[in-house]
């Protein structure tokens, strides 16, 4: 940030404010003090709308039921299988 007085603010106007629209923070000091702080302008995005799934998205009547066989899978099977019958699965490895 580079502050500049305002007796020079009105001379360079024009390059101040060509500096600050290219993405500097420029202060203007009266005295020395810092008084303002002129920064770009950003256009203000539109605010976000919701709803663009509504009348889209339905739930069966069981959508909530307990699902017994996968909290069997999830709690009650080995993370390593040791079943020779059974084949390992590989995640997120590099096929071999």
Excluded: C, F
């Excluded at 302008?41 to 066989?69: C, F, M």
């Excluded at 099977?77 to 079943?83: E, K, N, R």
């Amino acid at each position: 940030m580079k502050m500049i007085n305002i007796q020079a603010a009105k001379t360079h106007l024009s390059r101040i404010v060509e500096r600050a629209a290219a993405g500097e923070e420029i202060i203007l000091a009266k005295a020395g003090k810092p008084l303002v702080k002129i920064i770009p302008y950003v256009v203000a995005r539109k605010p976000r709308v919701g709803g663009q799934l509504k009348g889209n998205i339905h739930e069966t009547s069981d959508a909530w039921e307990p699902d017994t066989a996968l909290e069997t899978e999830m709690t009650q099977t080995s993370l390593y299988p040791t079943d020779s019958d059974q084949p390992a699965q590989r995640v997120a490895e590099d096929p071999k």
